[in-house]
């Protein structure tokens, strides 16, 4: 399940990034568009320059609030590997105290099959022993 939640929280990191990239290109394409406009002769139109400028400005806030959500994203994958490597940790400890358990089960039960046997054995020597008594 946690392995599931980082790989879905990586996957929006990606799209995020992604969606970072687009933004930068579309910066990059309307700064190259107001140049272009300046440099052709028509840059004394204030108010296409204007206008230019204010989207300019509402790309640069959408790219701060992406670069934001990307943070935001780090950090929680961050906190999703820790819990992943903390999850690992206690599965292989859970894993070693089964294992022990597991040993000291198997030598309980051999050291009762063991008294099983010697009871078995004492037994059958005390009839035997007894037997043998009666036939003398």
């Known amino acids: 399940m ?24 579309q910066v990059s394409g309307a700064v ?4 272009d406009y300046q440099e052709g002769g028509r840059g004394r139109d204030v108010r296409v320059i204007e206008q230019s400028l204010l989207y300019l400005g509402a790309l640069d806030e959408r790219l701060a609030d992406q670069r934001c959500v990307i943070a935001d994203l780090e950090g929680r994958i961050a906190a999703k590997r820790e819990e992943l490597l903390a ?11 089964k294992e022990r358990h597991d040993r000291a089960y198997a ?8 008294r099983a046997i010697d009871d078995v054995v004492i037994a059958r020597y005390h009839r035997d022993a007894r037997d043998a ?4």
């Open 107 to 114: 030598d309980w039960a051999a050291k009762m099959e063991s």
């Open 2 to 25: 946690i392995q599931i939640e980082l790989g879905q929280l990586q996957a929006d990191e990606l799209a995020a990034r992604q969606q970072l990239d687009a933004l930068a290109l």
């Open 32 to 35: 190259t568009h107001v140049a």
């Open 87 to 97: 999850a690992v940790k206690d599965r292989k400890v859970m894993e070693k105290l």
């Open 133 to 136: 008594s009666l036939l003398i």
